[in-house]
């Protein structure tokens, strides 16, 4: 999405340590090649973005042995016994157009992942027990895959990806590594830390009953709504907080609502809270009917409006209509009811992060790459027009919240600042300035007093949403041993 060092570098590094250290991969010289270890997870990374299950390149659906063996244009890619009468690694091997992965996306598969390959043909092609013909592959990897466990003093800041403040205004929740993590507002005090699943939270929103819905997941590899009960027992202390399981403990983990092949990047609640609508890269935006309770959920709808990933949803007042924000550089208005497309507003001409509907729903607001705050009613040629432009940012504008009472407009994104604007005149009314990195993630608390930032440094920031005065900040990383700017790997 954003290019930009030296901190993303360190979050990748972060990662790859992370990822090499929980899914130690590669067929021991003395083991047979295991399918569903050595070969799935190479297919997944190099072929799976062509070769998926839809609109698979030369008709060749890889995801599932049935389909593989199958072949697509041509027949099984494969023989059993005999790498050199396999079509399969004839492309792994070829040096002219036929090359796979083709030559146009880069590099050849490296020769030792070639070798496996063969070895694997070799050995006859064989399949590991347990794992169906007709198995989704990236299930079947999801399923074998878990967590690292918790770190207990993070070597580099985490980027606060997702932010909200508890349904009594007293505590904020911030996206750690795997982790969910609960400060005391009052004194910035780590009191809670909830393992999960996801690699980060991309959207957090709490439920009227005080249960906490978060959207997240491991870019490029999976993607999550999920549905945890911060009051449930935890399953031990460290250093005076409380650890819960929200990987594995159903008493944590609630409810799991969707698990998808990509990350899920944002969700919103229908102001009558009978609606979850949730958005992500997968272009995506799945709604469910929660009038019944969390557990009872259903899902109602699967838009598929945009064509890329959605980083922003936004319910109107009418609880019917739901405004959505995409790389695909559009705005767009969806209704639940006619089940159609109502606007498409186009004019950040760039992607747009995020999106939010007046409280009347006589307009909405869009933010995006293109630095601009747009304000825009449901009128004119493709159903959307411009009303305002609220320029004045340095860089993307990421972000975007509403006040709840005061016809404000809060923004913020790479410039590192936050900018309060007035949603109706479009003047800018203060900057928030302070943060040394992105800011990432905003939420206000529930009375509207308190506006929370967090940025890509980990930096949390505290501010009077009255008058812009600072009130505290405290870095979002357990334990962090280096302050930013961190040392280099
Ligand atoms: C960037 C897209 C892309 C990626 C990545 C990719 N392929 Fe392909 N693949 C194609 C296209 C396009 C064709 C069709 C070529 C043609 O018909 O001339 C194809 C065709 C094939 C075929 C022939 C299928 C048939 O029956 O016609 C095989 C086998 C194959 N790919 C294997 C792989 C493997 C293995 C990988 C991963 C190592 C891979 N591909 C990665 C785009 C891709």
Known sequence: MLSRLPSQLLALVLTLCLAFHANAQGAAPNQPVSFI????????????????????????????????????????PIVDGKPDESHLIDVLKATDASRMPPRETGAPLAAAKIALVERWIA??????????????????????????????????????????????????VTSGHHEL????????????????????????????????????????????????????????????????????????LVKRLLEADDEVECLSLSPDGKKLAA?????LIQVWDISGGIAQAKLTDTIENHADWVFAVAFFPDNNRL?????????????LKAKESIATFPEHQNPVFGVAVKADGSACYSVGDDKQVRSWNL???????????????????????QHGKEPWLFSAGADMKIRQHDRDKGNQIRELAGHKDYVLSLALNPTGEVLASGGWDGEIRLWNAKDGKLIRLFNASPGLKVSAPAAKP
């Open 37 to 76: 270890h050595d070969i799935a997870p190479l297919f997944k990374e190099n072929c799976f973005g062509c070769h998926g299950a839809k609109n698979p390149k030369g008709k060749l659906d890889m995801t599932k042995i049935e389909t593989l063996r199958k072949g697509g244009t041509k027949e099984d």
């Open 181 to 252: 993590c609960v400060w005391e507002v009052e004194t910035g005090k780590l009191v809670k830390r909830v393992a999960i699943r996801s690699r980060r939270a991309m959207a957090l929103v709490f439920l009227p009953d005080g249960k906490l819905v978060m959207a997240g997941g491991r870019p490029g590899e999976e993607g999550d709504v999920s549905v945890y009960d911060l009051s449930a027992p935890a399953a031990k202390q460290e250093n005076g907080v409380a650890v819960l399981n929200g990987v594995s403990d159903p008493k944590v």
């Open 323 to 335: 405004a959505s924000a995409s790389r695909d550089k559009t705005a767009k208005v969806w209704d």
């Open 379 to 401: 009128t004119g040629d493709q159903g959307a027009k411009q009303v305002l432009a609220m320029g004045g940012a340095g860089g993307s504008v990421l972000k975007l919240v």
């Open 123 to 172: 050995e006859g092609a064989k399949v590991d027990q347990g794992v169906d013909a007709k198995a989704d592959l990236m299930k079947e990897l999801r399923k074998r895959w878990s967590p690292p466990s918790l770190l207990n003093q993070y070597a580099f800041p985490v980027s606060v990806t997702a932010l909200a403040f508890t349904v009594d205004g007293k505590q904020l």
């Open 279 to 283: 958005g992500g890269c997968d272009r």
